[in-house]
């Protein structure tokens, strides 16, 4: 791995810990059975789902991915503070947490997602991820990135939405990391907008305070283990809180627009609470509104 790449401090021996209730071993394990068959299940799907329409599409994309939370025992809630745009090209940026984070992301936002190359040979998941839509990038070679920066703004120039992690890395969610300016460039040379979004897991009854350590997908964690902490882990809430978006038109450098996107989505949670309203949970592909399901 190169050297310029960023590396988060978190390991799962001092962050991936849940300190909460607990499930039995027999219910964790319906609920991973029921989650990984679901996953399964999408997997299944996508060369008949790529065959629908832009419209039917994304709203079984949406459905699938708010799913597969509840599968797991994660409860989501989803609040909007700014519509969605009508059209054109749009980024969307993320804190970076958990595996989770991919799902919750397409149940609000679904679009192209910005993964480095090896994700391409995986198993099952590189091919699923490559039928998807996925911009896979090298990141290990500083190079190859103007490649990237190109490929990034092309798509969002067709109008795609496109939905990168700029950490560069999953933290556990007590603190972040910077966020990389490349795909910022891309925004900017494409004249597309910046979504931020951020994401918070938290145990229950708590709106704030510490970060639940059991999502935390970090280091050299196996996706096993990190999956049977999530099943075993009662009450997880995970929060997704939509931003308003931030004009890419040119004017502020990639440097400054990452960190405007960055200062929005880390933003304390407490702060946002006020602009929010509650609605009904099959509302979830609505804007400007607060979604629990």
Not at 13 to 31: K, M, N, Q, W
Not at 43 to 53: E, N
Not at 192 to 205: D, E, K, L, Q, S
Not at 228 to 252: C, F, H, K, Y
Request: with cysteine.
């Amino acid at each position: 791995m190169s050297v310029w790449l960023p590396v988060a401090p978190c390991t799962p021996d001092s962050c991936a810990r849940h300190t909460g209730a607990v499930r039995a071993p027999l219910p964790a394990a319906v609920l991973l059975l029921a989650g990984c068959a679901l996953v399964l299940l999408g997997v299944a799907c996508v060369p008949l789902v790529r065959l629908l329409g832009a419209a039917p599409r994304g709203r079984l994309t949406r459905r699938w991915a708010r799913a597969v939370p509840r599968a797991f025992g994660v409860r989501v809630t989803v609040r909007r503070h700014a519509p969605e745009p009508a059209a054109g090209g749009e980024l969307v940026v993320a804190n970076h947490i958990s595996w989770l984070d991919i799902p919750l992301i397409a149940s609000v936002l679904p679009g192209r997602m910005v993964a480095k190359s090896e994700i391409r040979r995986w198993p099952l998941l590189g091919p699923l991820a490559a039928l998807g839509g996925t911009l896979f990038i090298e990141r290990d070679r500083l190079r190859a990135l103007p490649a990237a920066v190109r490929t990034v703004a092309a798509a969002l120039r067709s109008g795609s939405r496109v939905v990168a992690f700029p950490e560069g890395s999953t933290w556990c969610g007590r603190n972040g990391g910077a966020f990389r300016p490349a795909v910022f460039q891309a925004a900017i040379d494409a004249g597309a907008t910046v979504r931020p979004v951020r994401i918070a897991y938290r145990t229950a009854g708590r709106r704030s305070g510490p970060a639940a350590g059991a999502v935390a997908f970090v280091g050299s964690d196996p996706l096993a283990a990190s999956l049977w902490r999530v099943v075993r882990a009662a009450g997880l809430t995970a929060q997704v809180d939509v931003l308003a978006p931030i004009p890419a038109d040119g004017e502020d450098g990639r440097r400054t627009l990452a960190r405007r996107a960055r200062a929005a989505v880390l933003e304390p949670v407490d702060v946002l609470l006020p602009r929010q309203t509650a609605v009904a949970s099959d509302r979830a592909n609505r804007p400007a509104e607060s979604v629990h399901h």
